[in-house]
Each structure stands twice: as C-alpha cells, then as structure tokens.
C-alpha cells in the first residue's frame, strides 16, 4: 500500500486520517493514511523518516506548513503565495513538491453552498497565515472588492501589497470596513478567545453571508453576532473536508465525493 500521513503538533485530534482512509475506500483506492506526531524542532527529520518508509505524501498541520514550504523542491502558485505548504508529494524522481489546499477548499465549500464569489463585495477579517493561504483562490474568483481588515492594520496593508497584482484587494484596520460586503470571512483566531473582532452593525448585504475557518460544536461569537444580524452563515468545517478532496486529488488523481463526509462530521461534533 502506498503510504501517506498527516503531519502536526499535536496531531491526536486530527480528523484527516478519518477524512483521507473514507475517500479511500470510496474511490477504491489502495493507500494507507495516518497520523505522526513531528517533533516541533526537526519536521525535515520526520519527513525524511517517513518517505525511507515508503512514504508518497503528507498532509502539513499546526505548526509546520513553513517548514514544510522551506523542504520543497517546487511549489504550486497558491503555495508560493502563501508562504506556507499544507500538501507535500513525493514525486517520482524522488523531488519533493509542495502545494497548498486550504483556499481551494474555502472556495469549495462555499462554492458548495452556492456563494457567489465573481463580482461580490467580500471582507475577509485576519492578516495571519490562514488569509494569506485564502487569497490566491479567492482572487481568482474575480470579486468586485477584497478587503483585508486587521487588529494590526499594518499587517493587512502588507498582505495587501503581496496579492495586489492578483485583484482589486486593500488592506486596514478594522475601521476602514465601512461598507456594506456580500460576503465576510472571519479568519482571525479572535474566536479560539471568543472574542468578536470590533465590526460595525451595518456590516451586511441583503442576502449576505458570514463565513468562519473556525469551527465547533457551538456557533463562534463572530457567527452568532453576524445571524443576528440577518447573514446566513457556515463554519470551517466543510473547508477542512474540501482542502482534503483537493490534496487527495493532487495525490491520486481521482475526485472523491465529500457529500458524505460533510454529514458524517456534522453529526460527529454534535
Ligand atoms: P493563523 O495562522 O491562524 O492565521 P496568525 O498568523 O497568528 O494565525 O494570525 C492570527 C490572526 O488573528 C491575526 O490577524 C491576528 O491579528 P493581529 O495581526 O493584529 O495580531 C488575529 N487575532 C488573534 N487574536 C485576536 C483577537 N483577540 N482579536 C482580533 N484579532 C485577533
């Protein structure tokens, strides 16, 4: 069996092992998929360990996607623009390529949810390194408007500065949000504090949509704030899957149906 494994620190929670062996045995594929804990100050040696193994490819977690980026041999576009691989494939003649999911599988899941991304006003909230893995994917989906608000405005005028070539995007602080927007992507980690990012109340569109990369059990503050407030809204969790279907893909060249899994870990966080 081909191997491949998701690599993190911690990784025990991980749900891509789950995710990656149901696309498996859907798609008939024979690989084996799992969990390793890499130690915070070698990646490069763990990597290295599991391709001696027989090792073809590995998903990139908390904290190693720059790690990962800096191994690689070549990179796709997202993956170059974001600074960070979430994706690393074995290739044949033993090159190391890293590529970078987590804005294919934003897009997808909302795509999913038919949000409309060509000609919408989008506010994504964040200037860390979740936004900067967006940014490439969303501005290829030709919005009107991308804007980039931060706690630290700098920040989000920086990151704007990298993608400007891409789209019509800008960058601030949270103040300069002041228009209405189709579509908000709360992208901060404010909702692991449970904290709700300073946004004006007439932040929405009619028909608007607040998305959160974050997900749980319960509602994050900055989706329950944005229901109240008339937006229809979705959790990261459907991102998690679709960034997986992308990275599986690229893996086996094959397109597994992730209708199923959005159910199944629905039902499992309840
Ligand atoms: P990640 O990889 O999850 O994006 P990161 O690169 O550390 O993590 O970025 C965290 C983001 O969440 C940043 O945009 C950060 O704002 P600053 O750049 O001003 O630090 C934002 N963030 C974290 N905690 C926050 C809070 N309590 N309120 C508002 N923004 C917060």
């Not at 490439?136 to 919005?143: A, G, Q």
Request: glycine share 12%; aromatic share 8%.
């Amino acid at each position: 069996n081909d191997r491949y494994c998701v690599f993190g620190n911690p990784v025990g929670h991980s749900k891509s092992p789950a995710i990656h062996n149901t696309f498996a045995e859907q798609t008939g594929e024979s690989l084996e998929y799992t969990a390793i804990e890499a130690p915070l100050e070698d990646f490069v040696g763990a990597w290295r360990a599991f391709v001696a193994e027989g090792g073809r490819g590995a998903s990139v977690t908390v904290p190693f996607k720059e790690d990962a980026y800096r191994l690689c041999d070549s990179l796709s576009e997202q993956a170059q623009r974001a600074g960070a691989v979430n994706t690393l494939t074995l290739k044949a003649d033993g090159s190391v390529e890293g590529h970078n999911t987590d804005g294919i599988g934003l897009v997808a899941d909302l795509e999913r949810q038919q949000v409309r991304l060509e000609g919408a006003r989008i506010l994504v909230l964040g200037a860390g390194g979740a936004v900067r893995g967006a940014l490439e994917t969303l501005l290829s989906r030709r919005p009107a408007s991308l804007r980039l608000a931060n706690r630290t405005a700098a920040k989000a005028e920086a990151l704007a500065r990298d993608f400007a070539d891409l789209g019509p995007i800008q960058g601030g602080g949270y103040d300069a949000a002041d228009e209405r927007y189709d579509l908000v992507i709360n992208g901060t980690s404010a909702s692991l504090a449970g904290d709700l990012p300073p946004l004006p109340e007439d932040l929405f569109n009619e028909g608007a949509v607040a998305y959160d990369m974050m997900y749980g059990a319960e509602p994050t503050v900055f989706l329950a704030w944005s229901a109240e407030r008339g937006a229809s809204t979705s959790d990261g969790l459907g991102m998690l899957v679709e960034q997986a279907a992308a990275a599986f893909e690229h893996w086996r060249g094959v397109t597994p149906d992730t209708g199923p899994l959005h159910r199944k870990l629905r039902a499992e966080l309840d």
